[in-house]
């Protein structure tokens, strides 16, 4: 038994099994099926160097491939074993001849040579020699050095958190919508591995600074030279490193870094080590006051920027919490889950990867103490769940009646979170507040399962309009809206961060030109992240959609894409729904939408810059209007072209090729464009099937006055026009490979059994 658990065929196929499991299901997001077969193929040569690194492992590895095509004694195991390879080649060939869906490999250079001289601020800059000047100024530890590393704290907070994140992980609230994903300092293969030169030219030059092997179209870090004074961005990456605890990269590298690792370290509570009143504020301002601020009242440097605003302790006022609604205060458990998985959708991160438990029970206790209830004795009353009511096609209508009465005016009938009632929603401190989306859970908040949900419902949301319904729903009504609320997120197709690609399906006849048309159920739906533009000036630091679903449409001549964005409000500027949710002091614009295209189908991996591309690599924008009543205009559908952002788009002037038509129902705009698949205008891109075109898409919310450049977008994702199927090829080679693999197991096996007979025979 032994000796066949050690056999090294059978650790051969079990390693490279666990292999393709590793790389085919476990990783996300998923594989491509080409970098797959590439790993596999890596993966494969590897296990056969090891088990042939001498003839006696080798000798025993092959013995059992040997009998089984020899031995004459398992011919049925042969049969078998010819069938399974013939039908594995043929499946195999079959996938790898048919017309792949998956997206293209993009390759890049995670952290590109930097070049030899920047010209930023009117000056050029060697970056072999180029030291933080800071450091010149103030000794690492002294006051002064503490106020510099402050102010760029402060600095990061109000122009770095929405992407890298409160924690620097990479995981800041809009980082979802951007690929490469931003930067992580926390690992120690960012910025631990760099100088303090290269920090400096990629903030600066930002994206467009890039070299090609950096994919510059891709990346959306700003070009922060344009918004930012150079101190203050030496100051930012002081901030940066003393925050994570790294040290600059530099000749005594080996040195300094076991410096910095050592006296982070030494900064970490042991684990399970209760902290004084001191280490508790000194972990708060490190970690807190930014946003929350140094009095625990919701005024940090950064709240200004931030929707919704950061918590005021000092108030004692808490959302999420599993107590009584009649009950002033959470449990303790309720602000330790806050705290180490944070709310998404806001600024609020998740600290457990981060704090330690001593550091988070420290935390709580001072948030108590900001409120001045930290004395107090509290009896909490948790909220009473009674009888589980288990989801079913009974609850879930009884749960939609309810539904209707109770919560539609607020949610909307699809729970869209679009207000039917006329209300002008606002909180505690007369800040504007909108339903949230139920069709979204990624953006729900302390809320996760159908109990979660069943709890919202009874307490409801402190300093909300959101109210408790204890006193107006039974328990069983709590649990059927609850059960019905589960299955609002089927009316969305949700976000799929492993889905890149809008596959446009072929159709016979003529192509939808309305909205509603049935024959968009024909085309499957992919959802893509928006997020606001916090690019460049002028920036929008909040936007309420959030995400976009798309479908395609062509035949022979032309294609049809659809354009779906949730949207609360009716943004047609003097309609009646208009004026019941404009915003005080916001003046209101026309909601839009937009597809952008490059001119050009790439050839190579390179693609425009995903905002309004570049000199070289021009763009199509596909946009479109809502009408307005006052002052009364038309929808609009125009063509614009744009080749940098530097520069507004390009109304095309004449005829165009481009028709469009929106609605807005029930919270959504739906908007289709249509276009021939080939123009005679040499400024269009003509389509062509079975070629990955990049494609992008923005919006403008007219309620939040968004306008030009404050808009929310998309970077760049893949069209791809499903190709014709070539059955004959398809087949052909599938059967042609079966049939050469299987004579050639069976030209083995022959030889196989000659040697066994001859070895019979002596």
């Not at 994919?215 to 930012?228: F, G, I, N, R």
């Not at 000092?314 to 449990?331: I, M, N, Q, R, V």
């Not at 001072?366 to 409120?371: A, H, L």
């Not at 939808?512 to 929008?540: G, Y």
């Amino acid at each position: 038994m032994n000796r066949f658990l050690t056999h090294p065929l059978l650790w051969s196929v079990i390693v490279t099994a666990a292999l393709y499991g590793i790389f085919g299901h476990l990783l996300q997001p998923p594989l491509p099926q080409s970098l797959l077969i590439q790993y596999m193929v890596i993966c494969v040569i590897g296990v056969f160097m090891v088990v042939s690194f001498n003839d006696a492992t080798a000798k025993r590895a092959a013995d059992p491939v040997r009998a089984l095509l020899g031995h004459p004694k398992l011919l049925a195991l042969r049969l078998v074993a010819l069938v399974l390879v013939v039908g594995g080649v043929s499946a195999f060939t079959f996938t790898m001849v048919k017309p792949s869906l998956d997206s293209p490999v993009e390759l890049r250079t995670v952290h590109p040579a930097p070049p030899s001289n920047i010209r930023v601020y009117g000056k050029s800059y060697d970056l072999l020699k180029l030291e933080n000047p800071l450091c010149q100024e103030a000794e690492k530890g002294s006051e002064e050095f503490a106020e510099m590393v402050n102010e760029g704290g402060e600095l990061y907070y109000k122009n770095c958190i929405y992407c890298h994140g409160d924690l620097l992980d990479g995981k800041g609230h809009f980082g979802e919508g951007f690929n490469p994903r931003p930067a992580n300092f926390q690992d120690v293969g960012t910025i631990a591995q760099l100088q303090e030169s290269y920090l400096f030219w990629r903030i600066t030059t930002g994206g467009p600074g890039l070299p090609r092997e950096g994919a510059p179209w891709a990346s959306a870090m700003p070009v922060w030279h344009e918004m930012l004074e150079e101190e203050e961005v030496w100051k930012i990456i002081l901030f940066l490193y003393d925050y994570t605890g790294h040290v600059p990269r530099s000749w005594e590298l080996e040195t300094s870094n076991e410096k910095g690792e050592a006296e982070a370290e030494a900064d970490k509570p042991a684990a399970g080590d209760e902290l004084d009143d001191e280490a508790i504020e000194a972990v708060y301002m490190r970690r807190c006051a930014h946003c929350h601020g140094e009095d625990g009242d919701g005024l940090g440097p950064a709240a200004e920027f931030m929707y919704p605003k950061p918590r005021d302790f000092t108030l004692g006022s808490f959302k999420y919490k599993t107590t009584h609604a009649d009950d002033e205060f959470p449990t303790d458990d309720d602000l330790r889950l806050t705290i180490r998985e944070g709310l998404p959708g806001t600024s609020m991160p998740g600290w457990k990867t981060l704090l330690t438990d001593a550091e988070i029970d420290g935390l709580i206790k001072m948030i108590k103490d900001f409120g001045e209830w930290l004395e107090e004795e509290i009896e909490h009353r948790p909220i009473e769940q009674g009888q589980v009511v288990e989801s079913s096609p009974e609850s879930i209508a009884r749960g939609e009646k309810l539904f209707i009465k109770a919560c539609m005016q607020c949610h909307g009938e699809k729970g869209r979170g679009n207000i039917t009632s006329g209300k002008k929603l606002k909180d505690d401190w007369e800040d504007r507040i909108w339903p949230r989306n139920l069709t979204r859970p990624r953006t729900w908040r302390a809320t996760a399962t159908v109990a979660d949900v069943f709890n919202r419902i009874s307490t409801g949301i402190r300093s909300t309009p959101m109210p408790e319904h204890t006193t107006v729903m039974s328990e069983q009504d709590r649990w059927d809206v609850a059960n019905y609320v589960m299955t609002l997120r089927d009316n969305a197709v949700q976000v799929d961060p492993g889905n890149t690609v809008l596959r446009a399906v072929r159709v016979d006849g003529d192509l939808p030109d309305k909205p509603d048309d049935p024959a968009w159920e024909a085309a499957p739906a992919t959802s893509f992240p928006m997020v606001p533009n916090i690019i460049r000036d002028p920036r929008l630091y909040n936007a309420l959609n959030d995400t976009v679903s798309v479908r395609a449409l062509f035949n022979d001549n032309d294609i049809a894409i659809r354009v779906d964005v949730d949207d609360r409000t009716y943004s047609v500027p003097g309609d009646k729904l208009e004026l019941q949710y404009r915003i005080k002091d916001s003046e209101p614009t026309r909601d839009a939408v937009a597809v952008q295209l490059p001119i050009e189908i790439p050839t190579t991996s390179e693609k425009p810059w995903f905002r309004h591309g570049d000199k070289k690599h021009p763009v199509n924008m596909w946009y479109w209007r809502a009408p307005s009543v006052e002052p009364e205009e038309p929808a609009a559908a125009m063509m614009l072209d744009a080749s940098g952002p530097d520069a507004a788009p390009r109304p095309r002037q004449g005829e165009t090729a481009l028709a469009a038509e929106g609605a807005w129902k029930q919270g959504q705009w739906q908007v289709v464009f249509r276009r021939p698949l080939a123009t005679e205008d040499a400024a269009d891109l003509q389509f062509a099937e079975g070629r990955y075109i990049p494609i992008a898409f923005a919006n403008w919310d007219g309620v939040n006055g968004e306008a030009g450049s404050r808009h929310s977008f998309t970077t760049w994702y893949w069209l791809i026009l499903e190709p014709r199927e070539n059955l004959m090829a398809q087949y052909g080679m599938t059967g042609a490979s079966g049939v050469v693999v299987g004579l050639l197991f069976l030209g083995a096996a022959r030889r196989q059994r000659r040697r066994y007979e001859e070895e019979e025979a002596n």
